[in-house]
């Protein structure tokens, strides 16, 4: 594979230090089951709730995504970087096993669901952005999970990081 431009170069170490949550987008429907890492996904608005996730269309995932119309954005907890590593390809384990542990719920919201994500919105794609090589889904959200998972894991300089919640003294 060749060596990127100079400048995507630097702009790619640049966003290393960029720390970002670790999601994992999960659909299912008439165009299959699907799910993948991301970590390039954040809120747009309340009014109507709105999320937005940007997919790489080179991908195997994005035209299940897309053509599905439908997904969950599963926010990971601390102790989910191995969920992480497999939604990314990294452990080489099948997409069809990837569902297969237990953690997901499969049939209540019609697409998979982590069961004690930090949070798992679902939701119908109502908007695509192509920028590059990405596509841009702007997802209104239907149903909101939130447990009380005390961590987070994060990207940050091309690793997994856990972060916890630190309170104040008063």
């Not at 431009?5 to 970002?20: C, D, I």
Request: net charge neutral; aromatic share 4%.
């Amino acid at each position: 594979m060749p060596e990127p431009p100079r400048k995507q170069a630097e702009f790619r170490a640049a966003m290393a230090n960029l720390s970002a949550a670790v999601n994992v987008v999960t659909t299912d429907g008439p165009h299959g089951r699907a799910g993948m890492t991301v970590s390039a996904a954040c809120s747009v608005t309340d009014s109507p709730p709105t999320v937005l996730v940007c997919v790489n269309r080179a991908s195997r995932s994005h035209d299940i995504l897309v053509g599905n119309g439908k997904l969950a954005l599963n926010v990971l907890g601390a102790g989910h970087e191995d969920l992480a590593r497999h939604f990314a390809g990294a452990t080489k384990v099948p997409t069809a096993e990837r569902f297969t542990d237990g953690r997901w719920d499969l049939a209540t919201h019609g697409v998979p669901v982590l069961s004690g994500a930090c949070a798992s919105v679902v939701g119908t794609i109502v908007a695509e952005q192509v920028s590059g090589s990405h596509s841009v889904l702007f997802v209104e959200i239907d149903t909101v999970i939130t447990s009380d998972d005390p961590g987070a894991l994060v990207y940050f300089r091309r690793r997994f990081h856990s972060v916890g919640a630190t309170t104040t003294a008063a």
